[in-house]
């Protein structure tokens, strides 16, 4: 009888539940408990509600999506189990002179609910996905211009792991990833990709000087590694199709900036790869190809929608066998990536590129300048919540 | 490993009411297999085949949302002159129970999408003859789905989507390749399956119709299809002896062929658990 005088109270000095609008709602706080109260409005609905001491204010929201109406209609998705409390405790905090306000039921981190308490991913980790997109690339070499040049490419995994630690380090997986381009066609695969980057507690030399006053002076390398293994590259060309197959490249790493998660960063590397090359006519050859890179890959918001990297990369094929000398590749790419949409949490993007390509390996292929673009969109699939 | 897998899949613990097991005086037997988790041999009408498939769910932090993941791996068939092979394929599909789609403009907003979404990826597959002729290798193939079904289990599937190709055409004579394809989302897919509660009954049907670029004509024509029923007749040793009949339609020359076969499971997850001997 006490507990239903109660809940009259309640029900009839506060609010009763109804639609609004969610862009006014605060949101309860994921990181505080919730409490649960039976039969808190006139019509029967269990509600969800946080209080603040400090500011006077208890936050409530129906304890289940609502249809338009404001009717519950099933329960919350991700919502975290809350502590019953009596139809009284409302009543008490109305007795000290707390404001009851309209609120969005509480989200996990990555995740928020609009007015009705749906719950969605505003935080996407690209760096945990499969992807498959399409774009026009227009091209531009020797003067000509192909303009109707189109592209898909795609990735069969890419995987990042930050291992936490006062050293911390990311691995970085990526397996199946390419892009096969037509009107004029080439395309291109690398099996496997694996790189680690690390962030070194202790610096690899200190050197102490002795001129007045003593001093200490840290110097830091950031060291790590890059491998890809299967790579390969098609070119359709006048003069026959083109094939070059890295077998395997291995290169040093060295950061020389980092983000505190090891996500972005600025890096140099160098290292050497085996390579054998074939084109029709012309027989096989293969080639030692020592290459450096200058790269960067920057996520620009928490996020993970926005997504800016550049590269800068030259090769030289040192013929082993089938041929003589050496060849020259050097490109450089800078892309930006941001999700526009997303289709039951899985996001799609859009995706611009642009680079410049200039090599002497394959014969047929035009020794100058080669200016290409993308504009497209991928859709990628999991890509959860970044890491907090 | 993978036959580690599917050995430890096997039924071994023993309870009661499971529609999967029938008693029996000298010891239970499965009536229900799982067709996504097997070892399989098939003989067919005009050759021999062999594959795995795999397939598992994934949980979410969220019970309304699962992730169902299957995975074809080394599947081959070899007929009379002919090869068809895939390295690997998969398929990837988020269910979850509320399906929408967000914009993220401002403060998000959610609208109610009625389905599931999904991708499948193949990568290294195989069709040709042995006979010196041409050989297609499929270096990869990608499918954005959504799936209308909706299912929470994989029984059913009623998929349609846009799919990606890289196709190589070699010379079999030469070993060089003769014509490369790329079909950059040009193509409509739809998958079809229906699976029985017992997993002795299966149907499937798979199409792809669109435009594909390759380097020797342009733009052309793709339309291919396969389509495969199979129903389990009897078990031997619990290892499931089925019968199936399929039937595929060649993109390349537009050629319609079918086949029967006998298909042996000597590693096959088992659903449920053993029960109970009368004699136990």
Request: aromatic letters at 8%.
């Amino acid at each position: 009888m006490a507990g239903a005088a109660a809940v009259f109270l309640c029900c009839t000095a506060w609010p009763a539940p109804a639609l609004a609008d969610g862009a006014a709602m605060p949101s309860m706080d994921p990181s505080r408990p919730v409490l649960c109260i039976d039969a808190a409005s006139p019509d029967g609905q269990r509600w969800r509600v946080q209080c603040d001491e400090n500011s006077k204010t208890c936050l409530w929201s129906p304890d289940g999506e609502v249809d338009r109406s404001g009717v519950v209609k099933r329960d919350l998705e991700r919502a975290r189990s809350c502590t019953p409390a009596p139809a009284s405790y409302l009543t008490e905090r109305k007795t000290g002179g707390y404001q009851l306000v309209r609120a969005l039921p509480d989200a996990p981190y990555g995740w928020e609910r609009d007015e009705r308490g749906r719950v969605y991913q505003v935080n996407f980790d690209l760096k945990r996905r499969l992807y498959l997109g399409a774009a026009w690339a227009p091209s531009r070499v020797a003067g000509e211009t192909e303009a109707g040049r189109t592209t898909f490419d795609f990735g069969l995994l890419v995987w990042e792991h930050l291992r936490r630690s006062r050293s911390p380090t990311r691995h970085r997986l990526r397996l199946v990833e390419g892009e096969a381009r037509l009107a004029p066609y080439s395309a291109s695969l690398v099996l496997a990709h694996y790189d680690v980057s690390r962030h070194y507690d202790n610096p690899l030399v200190r050197i102490t000087t002795f001129f007045g006053r003593p001093r200490r002076s840290d110097l830091t390398l950031h060291l790590g590694t890059w491998v890809e293994a299967g790579g390969l590259e098609l070119h359709g060309e006048d003069q026959g199709n083109a094939r070059l197959w890295k077998v395997a490249t291995g290169h040093l790493t060295i950061d020389l900036w980092q983000s505190a998660d090891l996500e972005s960063y600025a890096r140099a590397r160098a290292g050497v790869g085996f390579e054998g090359a074939s084109q029709d006519g012309l027989g096989d050859r293969s080639a030692v190809t020592p290459g450096g890179a200058l790269e960067s890959e920057l996520t620009l918001d928490k996020r993970g929608f926005h997504h800016l990297g550049a590269e800068i990369e030259h090769e030289r094929p040192r013929y082993i066998e089938g041929s003589e000398g050496t060849a020259e590749r050097t490109r450089a790419r800078v892309h930006y990536e941001v999700i526009v949409i997303a289709l039951n949490d899985q996001p799609l993007s859009l995706r611009l590129s642009a680079g410049a390509e200039k090599r002497d390996d394959i014969p047929g292929l035009a020794d100058r300048w080669a200016l290409t673009a993308q504009a497209g969109l991928r859709f990628s699939l999991w890509a959860p919540p970044r890491a907090q | 490993m993978i036959a580690v897998v599917l050995v430890a899949a096997l039924p071994r613990a023993a309870a009661a009411d499971d529609p999967c097991w029938v008693s029996h005086r000298h010891g239970a037997y499965p009536a229900c297999f799982d067709p996504g988790n097997r070892l399989h041999l098939d003989l067919t009408s005009d050759g021999v085949g062999a594959g795995i498939r795999l397939r598992h769910v994934v949980g979410a932090d969220d019970p309304d949302v699962s992730w169902r993941l299957e995975h074809e791996i080394a599947s081959v068939r070899a007929t009379r002159g002919a090869i068809r092979a895939v390295a690997y394929a998969g398929r990837f599909v988020r269910h979850s129970t509320d399906g929408h789609v967000v914009l993220p403009f401002g403060r998000p907003r959610k609208l109610f999408l009625p389905f599931d979404i999904g991708a499948e990826a193949e990568v290294g597959s195989l069709r040709g003859d042995t006979s010196g002729g041409s050989l297609h290798l499929g270096v990869v193939r990608g499918a954005a789905l959504i799936d209308l079904s909706r299912a929470g289990n994989f029984r059913r599937r009623l998929a349609i989507g846009a799919a990606a190709r890289w196709d190589i055409e070699v010379d079999g004579d030469s070993r060089t390749a003769r014509a490369h394809a790329v079909a950059p989302l040009s193509l409509a897919a739809l998958d079809l399956r229906a699976e029985s509660r017992s997993g002795l009954t299966s149907a499937g049907l798979r199409a792809e119709v669109g435009g594909v670029w390759s380097t020797d004509v342009g733009w052309r024509r793709w339309v291919g299809a396969d389509a495969e029923i199979e129903r389990v007749l009897v078990a031997v040793q619990d290892r499931p002896l089925s019968v199936f009949v399929g039937g595929s339609f060649e993109p390349e020359d537009e050629s319609v062929s079918g086949l029967v076969g006998l298909r042996l499971a000597p590693l096959i997850r088992v659903p449920g658990r053993r029960a109970s001997s009368i004699d136990d």
